[in-house]
Nanobody
Framework: QVQLVESGGGLVQAGGSLRLSCAASRRTFRRYATGWFRQAPGKEREFVAAISWSGGSTYYVDSVKGRFTISRDNAKNTVILQMNSLKPEDTAIYYC????????????????WGQGTQVTVSS
C-alpha cells in the first residue's frame, strides 16, 4: 500500500511557473513507477507525465513537452513536476499516481492515487 500526498498547486498567471510535489509513504517507493495526471472540468482525465523507477526515463504528453519536467528523489520518496510557461489550458486538478511496475509510460494500471491539487492559470 502506498499513500500519496500532493502539494504545490495554486493560482498563477499565464507564463508563470509552479512546482508540484508528491510525497509517498512507502520506503520501497523506488520500485513504483510514478505519474502525474490532470483533469479539467468537463474533460476526461489526461496522462501528463511519468517517470521510471530509477528516474532515468520519462514520458510527457505532447502538449507539455519542453515546458514540464518530472523528476524523483527516491531517498526522500518524492516526485516533482516542475511546470514552466504555464498556459490557461493547463488549468486542472493534478493527481499523482503510482504503480508497482516499471512500465511508467503506459497510463493504465496506475492504482495508487493522491487526493489531487488544483492548478489554475489565468490569462
Amino acid at each position: 500500500q502506498v499513500q500519496l500526498v500532493e502539494s504545490g498547486g495554486g493560482l498563477v498567471q499565464a507564463g508563470g511557473s509552479l512546482r508540484l510535489s508528491c510525497a509517498a509513504s512507502r520506503r520501497t517507493f523506488r520500485r513504483y513507477a510514478t505519474g502525474w495526471f490532470r483533469q479539467a472540468p468537463g474533460k476526461e482525465r489526461e496522462f501528463v507525465a511519468a517517470i521510471s523507477w530509477s528516474g532515468g526515463s520519462t514520458y510527457y504528453v505532447d502538449s507539455v513537452k519542453g515546458r514540464f519536467t518530472i523528476s524523483r528523489d527516491n531517498a526522500k520518496n518524492t516526485v516533482i513536476l516542475q511546470m514552466n510557461s504555464l498556459k490557461p489550458e493547463d488549468t486542472a486538478i493534478y493527481y499523482c499516481a503510482a504503480k508497482y511496475s516499471d512500465i511508467y509510460y503506459d497510463g493504465r494500471d496506475y492504482n495508487y492515487w493522491g487526493q489531487g491539487t488544483q492548478v489554475t492559470v489565468s490569462s
